[in-house]
């Protein structure tokens, strides 16, 4: 007796608030119910069919009125087909499908409403994590802080179990991170001290020390939320189709229902063609598609903004790609270290690694991951200084050492320039980027950067085509050379080079006029013009610019370019499910009046068939998930 009251206080809180939030069809279930009962168990009848009809004109009351709203204002939408059987099944005293049809319209949008909740877990669970406080060290003493509170250079600290309250730069090493909810990604990463740990991030491994990089509001975490934000609030445009749908079949049933009372001389069979026309699975379940595939594509690391995006980006017939930060990786990747003297190259890398860990430099990393797995501790610097832009020098095991572009070195010496020079003659410099290592006075190394291609892009550039992608292009404001380059080892075999963000606009505009639907891929500040011109536009989020994300269709969470095949798969996948739901739904409505035109089928089955109908429909537009 104890286990059942306390079953009853867990749920009865649950059920005022289905009843508050969906009044009228917990009230048809209730009338159907006590009606059903009243008329085939108690046998009578009368009270039965009482019940229905006083559930029928209070339930219907609102359905009629909101449809009637939405014809004043012009839209001539669906409903008006339930609304003429509600209004029928009055004025002919057969409440029972009446009812019928007012637990499927009103049962319609709240199955809806449970879909749409539950096809969005992933996105609303963004919401939920949102990261609310952190720990800021100072002087030796932790105190708790709001998340809003943390400014950059923070010294903060993240317990295990903690959310990453802001991104910034790992002050331990060998941190474990779980980043499946920003990223996707199901294992667990190991992060190294000064590497970038992200917002909404979770440390699974000890407690760790962090420099926080940005503020709350400016952090990848908050990136996220604000465009999981918008896409909830937007309505896919593919749902206008059944408005469209209403246009020619709202007709065409009203005279199938009359011709069907010509037919049987009998009243009813206008209410049964009604009841079995009645759209419900194509208002109801082509939103619920449009959200399930959104909410696979969150699940793939892909955030999709609007539903037009999901629509629009599997008919796409071009697409076209910025080199740098999208094809590329847009930062330097050190190729090659090349002594020069007496030192031996692994000494070199070692003392140079050793300076190089206290710069933040992006090509300071790249020498860092040369050097992983060759040394154990690196030694460290004594007397370090970072020259902004330009290098670095410090003394390592009492030598001094510098490192830097050519510049740093033209107000020393002249023979340690003619020594650049020289070694420069014996490089293939072009497209790349060289910098120079100095030990005490002398010129002992070079460093050979260059902006290499992401994996997988070739593998890539295939998939697209074979999912219809006609043509594939790279827009870069790079020389015609590099680009060629880069496009050569990729697949594509269209570059535009030298281009302004204004010309990028043009070309893009011009593919528009050929081809339709374009996509458009890049990262920066200069790719948002096109982003936004193109008819999809695909943001490279995870090291991309904040305005190229605003700007963007759809964002890619993944440092991963591959993702954007991915993304047209989803949405290829998504509009035949919605497809499907269609041809289904319409089919079967025809076949239905077929029937019922011909007095085979009573206004109650087929308002039970519609129903089937129904659930069938939104089940398979729930497999986009």
Known sequence: MKNLLEVVEVNFPNF????????????AIFGLSVGSISHWILNDPDFGHLVWLVVVVMGGMPIIWGTIKGMLHRKFAADIIAMLAIIVSIITNDPFPGVIIVLMQSGGKALEDYAFYHAQDSLEELLKRSPRFAIRKNDGIQNEIDVNDVKPGDLLVVRTGDLIPVDGIAKNDQIEIDESLVTGEPLSKIKKINEIVLSGTVNVGDTFEMEAQKTSGESQYAKIVQ??????????????????????????????SLLGWLITQNTTTILAVLVVATPCPLIFATPTGIISGINRAAKNGI?????????????????????????????????????????????????????????SHPAAKSVLILAEGKFGKLPNP?????????????????????????????????????????????????????????????????????DLIRPDVESMIHRLNNLGIKKATMLTGDNLKNANNIAEKAGITTVHANLLPEQKVDIVKKAKEQYGNVIMVGDGINDAPSLATATTGIAMGYGGTAISAATSDIVLLVD??????????????????????????????????????????????????????????????????
């Open 16 to 27: 005022i608030s289905l009843v508050r939030r969906y009044p009228i069809p917990v009230f």
């Open 227 to 256: 465009i999981v934000r918008k896409a909830q609030q937007e309505k896919a445009p593919i749902q206008r189709l059944a408005d469209k749908f209403a246009v020619w079949f709202t007709p065409i049933v009203i005279a199938v």
């Open 303 to 359: 955030v999709v903004k609007t539903g037009t995006a999901i629509e629009q980006l599997g008919k796409a017939k071009a697409i076209f790609f910025d080199k740098t930060g999208t094809i590329t990786y847009g930062i330097p990747k050190l190729e090659y270290l090349k002594s020069i003297g007496n030192i031996e190259p692994d000494i070199l890398l070692r003392n140079l690694a050793g300076i190089e860990q206290m710069s």
């Open 382 to 450: 004594e007397n370090f200084h970072e020259m902004p832009g330009a290098g670095v020098e410090g003394d390592i095991e009492g030598q001094h050492i510098v490192v830097g572009s050519e510049n740093v070195f033209l107000k020393m010496n002249s023979k340690l320039s003619e020594d650049i020079q020289n070694a420069k003659t014996q490089i293939d410099s072009n497209g790349k980027m060289l910098a120079f290592v100095t030990i005490n006075g002398n010129l002992s190394g070079i460093l050979i950067f260059s």
């Open 560 to 625: 991963d370019i591959t993702k954007v095949a991915t993304a047209v798969e989803i949405s290829q996948h998504t509009s035949k499910i919605v497809k499907q739901g269609i041809i289904f739904g319409i089919g079967a409505s025809f076949v239905l009046m077929g029937f019922a035109s011909l007095g085979y089928i009573s206004p109650g089955y087929g308002a039970l068939f519609q129903e089937i109908l129904d659930v069938t429909v939104i089940l398979n537009a729930l497999r986009a998930r």
